[in-house]
Structure formats: C-alpha cells, structure tokens
C-alpha cells in the first residue's frame, strides 16, 4: 500500500526566507504526483502537477519536483510571503489506480 | 470555469441520524471522487465515480455510500451515524485531458453530536 510521508510537520520562516518541503513515498509505480495547499477550515487548493515522466513543475515562485526512482518530491517557494501561510500537501495517484493517498502536510508559518 | 461545489457547507446530525452531501464536479469533468478530512487521519479516500459506475473504493465501512448521476453529479450517503463520523468531507473531480488533475471543492464540515 502506498505511504506519503511530509517533512517537517511544521515550520515557520521569516518573510522573503526560501524554503523546501520535502514528500516521500513507497512506492515509485505513481500516475502522478500533486502538490496542494490547505487554508484553515477550507478546502484544498492545487498548487502543481507533476507527471511520472516529467522531472519538474514551475509555477509563479514555486517549483517542484519529482525523483521517482527515490520516491521523492520536493517543493520549493521563493522569496516566501505572510500570504503563503497555509498546510502544504503532497499526494500520489498511484498507477492502476483513481485516487489521490495524501501525506500527513506540512505546516508553514511565515512571519512578517 | 466554474470550480467544484458542494452542498450543503455545514451539517449537524446526532447520532443515528443519516446525512447526505452532494458535489458537482467541474463542467466536462467525469470522474468524481469523496475524501473524509479528520486530524487524527488525515485525508482517506472513501470512493470514486466515473460515468455512474464506481470505479474504486476505500477502507470504510458499508454505512458509506455514494451514487453518480447522469450529470456527472454525485452524492454520498452515511447512514447510522456515529461521533467518529464529525469530519470535513471533500469532493474532488478530474478529466483525462488534465492527467487526472484533482480539483477540490470547499468541503462539507459534518458535526456528529
């Protein structure tokens, strides 16, 4: 059964800090892999989709990307702002399947 | 386009009371599928519908049901409800022209008391 784990579980920068959350998971057979952003209370918000064949996904200040031989994603957010406070979650659809297997999300505070 | 909607926004049931939520997916878009959101589990998929017929299914228990309509519009159905119940339930849809993109509506937060 495929596993999605997200480290760290929380973290809080100072405004205009770059920083990386990291997402890995078990079982490198995947579709896809999306990457979401939660705000308290709401629902989730797609951020980047990155294909099994693709390496990388820009979009604005954010960039992720895909090592699926490791089972590994990362997503990077430039020049970090309050606004992007919110949950970060990573997610796989594994091939043969229709469904999304979520991490656990990381936290992000950042400070003014 | 229009994003995914989900009515209604916040439901409070009582024990052993049956609740039904429903979700209409973005135009075009086929396949509809129901996440429950707690904090102890995280996000778990419950099941997905595509062209009427579900097509998979999570780890839940029977009282869960979900049906898809000819629109393309779904519903999910618990029956005999319990505390563990009281979630945030999402609604997600997808299109094979997106690679299976998942877009998620706002949710429907159900208070079980």
């Known amino acids: 059964k495929q596993e999605v784990t997200q480290i760290p579980a929380a973290l809080s920068v100072p405004e205009g800090e770059n920083l990386v959350l990291n997402c890995s998971f078990t079982?490198?057979?995947?579709?896809?892999l999306q990457w979401f952003r939660q705000d308290p209370g709401k629902g989730l918000t797609s951020l980047l989709l990155?294909?099994?064949?693709?390496r990388e996904q820009t979009s604005g200040r954010l960039n992720a990307s895909l090592d699926k031989s490791s089972g590994r994603s990362t997503l990077y957010i430039a020049a970090s702002q309050p606004g992007d406070s919110a949950t970060y979650l990573c997610a796989v659809i594994s091939t043969g399947a229709n469904n999304l297997f979520f991490g656990t999300g990381t936290r992000l505070t950042v400070i003014p | 386009k229009a994003g995914v909607t989900q009515t209604p926004r916040y439901l409070i049931k009582t024990r052993g009371q049956q609740v039904t939520l429903s979700c209409s997916p973005i135009?075009?878009?086929?396949?509809v599928s129901w996440y429950q959101q707690t904090p102890g589990q995280g996000l778990q998929f419950l099941f997905e519908?595509?062209?009427?017929?579900?097509?998979n299914k999570g780890n839940f228990p029977g009282r869960f049901s979900g049906r898809q309509f000819s629109n393309s519009r779904s519903e999910m159905n618990v029956s005999t409800l319990e505390l563990g119940d009281s979630a945030l339930y999402l609604c997600?849809?997808?299109?094979?022209?997106?690679?299976?993109?998942?877009?998620f509506g706002p949710g429907t937060r159900l208070t079980v008391l």
């Open positions: 519908y595509f062209s009427e017929t579900q097509r």
């Open positions: 079982d490198s057979a995947i579709y896809n």
């Open positions: 990155i294909q099994s064949s693709q």
């Open positions: 135009s075009g878009h086929r396949s």
């Open positions: 997600a849809s997808s299109g094979l022209a997106e690679y299976n993109e998942q877009f």
